[in-house]
């Protein structure tokens, strides 16, 4: 069975420090993919990333990176210069990649992240 | 969200009522999911369909039924609805190339 551990359940910080969310995942496929979602207090689920099992490379958006790491199964999430409008709830989820966008998502509990001006 | 639309946006329902919840996807995907989230659980799927007229069970589909006649919309339905019922429900489906596209959620308290 998958699953997905956001052991954080809320972090705050104040505005323009830098601040990580942890995710890590359980899978017995060789095969699956990675996600990162948003959830402003507007509600909409927002898409941040994806990342196969295959591509281990660092992602970098603006302010946004991720780590993968398949060796600690970990996925985590970093964002530099924190802003009042990162505060969202933030959902790390996964999937089985055989059928790709058609595979069911795994959510973990998701981080409620706070930034302070 | 254009590409998924959710219809009603708000309900609240006594115990023991009944109601459906409508989703309408803007394209002609076969997948088409139900999650529903609660405070510090995250997710959960309740059940997803495959294509027109097939449906599947998720992780929690206890207390909902599903229908999928028309490949356009997916349908939630509560026949006796009951406070654990409680949640905000979404819709999703399939987005390009991997990822799911969700719609704006329904928000449903049973009292």
């Known amino acids: 069975a998958q699953k997905v551990t956001q052991a954080q359940t809320e972090i705050s910080v104040v505005e323009k420090e830098d601040v990580t969310l942890d995710c890590v995942y359980e899978?017995?496929?060789?095969?699956?993919?990675l996600f990162w979602y948003k959830q402003p207090p507007s509600g909409e689920l927002v898409f941040l990333i994806r990342?196969?099992?295959?591509?281990?490379q660092n992602e970098i958006s603006g302010r946004y990176s991720w780590n993968f790491q398949k060796s600690t199964s970990s996925f985590n999430f970093t964002i530099t210069a924190s802003q009042v409008v990162d505060s969202a709830v933030y959902f790390c989820?996964?999937?089985?990649?055989?059928?790709?966008?058609?595979?069911?998502?795994?959510f973990g509990k998701g981080i409620t992240l706070s930034v302070r001006p | 969200n254009a590409g998924v639309t959710q219809t009603p946006k708000f309900r609240v329902l006594k115990t023991g009522q009944s109601m459906t919840l409508l989703c309408a996807q803007d394209?002609?995907?076969?997948?088409m999911y139900w999650y529903r989230q609660d405070p510090g659980m995250g997710l959960r799927l309740i059940h997803y369909?495959?294509?027109?007229?097939?449906?599947a069970k998720g992780e929690v589909p206890d207390g909902y039924n599903v229908s999928r006649l028309k490949k356009q919309n997916f349908l939630l339905g509560l026949e006796s609805a009951a406070p654990s019922q409680t949640s905000v429900y979404f819709c999703?489906?399939?987005?390009?190339?991997?990822?799911?596209?969700f719609g704006p959620g329904t928000r449903l308290t049973v009292t």
């Open positions: 989820a996964l999937s089985e990649a055989k059928t790709g966008a058609n595979s069911k998502l795994t």
């Open positions: 899978t017995r496929d060789t095969t699956y993919y």
């Open positions: 999703a489906r399939p987005d390009f190339p991997d990822e799911q596209y």
């Open positions: 394209m002609n995907h076969e997948y």
């Open positions: 990342r196969n099992s295959f591509d281990e």
């Open positions: 369909s495959v294509g027109e007229g097939t449906t």
